[in-house]
């Protein structure tokens, strides 16, 4: 299960408490919202979680695809950067 920090949750109470409050217009109390919030914790998280790992992945993928743009390093360069003249033996 996914869990959070006691802050994360205490914040997340109050908001489902006003999120109640306001738009359900009904008072709902600390143990309520708190298994409320553990509801969401245990069914729905999970599902937010994997997604926000795949848009990750997917982000990374496209990074690493472009990687080999970013450091590539052309091979055998020192003629051309000497203007490609071919000098002859003395």
Known sequence: M???PKEARERAIL??????EENLEEKMGN????AL???FLQEIAPSV???AVADVQEKL???VAELDLEVHEDEFGYWRA???????RT
Do not use: H, K, P, T
């Open 31 to 34: 143990i309520a919202a708190g």
């Open 2 to 4: 996914i869990e959070l």
């Open 15 to 20: 908001s489902i408490q006003r999120y109640a």
């Open 49 to 51: 979680y994997n997604q």
């Open 61 to 63: 993928q496209a990074r």
């Open 37 to 39: 919030l553990g509801f």
């Open 82 to 88: 000497q203007g490609g003249v071919r000098r002859g």
